[in-house]
């Protein structure tokens, strides 16, 4: 069965319980701030590979030691469980 996308309910349950988290445009977001490049990209490379694990894979951006992701489910257009 494919993920269906999140109510409002559900959707604010989950924002509650995870406040650093953010939707914007229809897509999760959260920033994550490193001390340098090197522990920035380090942890861009983790969570590619639990992404890829998952067959999810962020839009994200990096400047030195900022990380942006952004999540949605592109298959159905927006916020699911997964």
């Keep these: 069965m494919p993920d269906r996308k999140l109510t409002t309910r559900p959707l604010r349950l989950w924002l509650a319980s995870h406040p650093r988290w953010k939707v914007v ?3 999760l977001r959260r920033e994550f701030e490193f001390p340098d490049f090197r522990r920035a990209f380090g942890f861009m490379t983790s969570v590619a590979l639990v992404a890829e694990a998952m067959d999810h894979h962020p839009d994200w951006s ?7 992701i ?11 469980s997964r």
Excluded: F, I, P
């Design 25 to 27: 445009r229809g897509r």
């Design 62 to 68: 990096n400047a030195y030691g900022r990380v942006v």
């Design 70 to 80: 952004e999540l949605v489910s592109h298959d159905v257009g927006g916020l699911t």
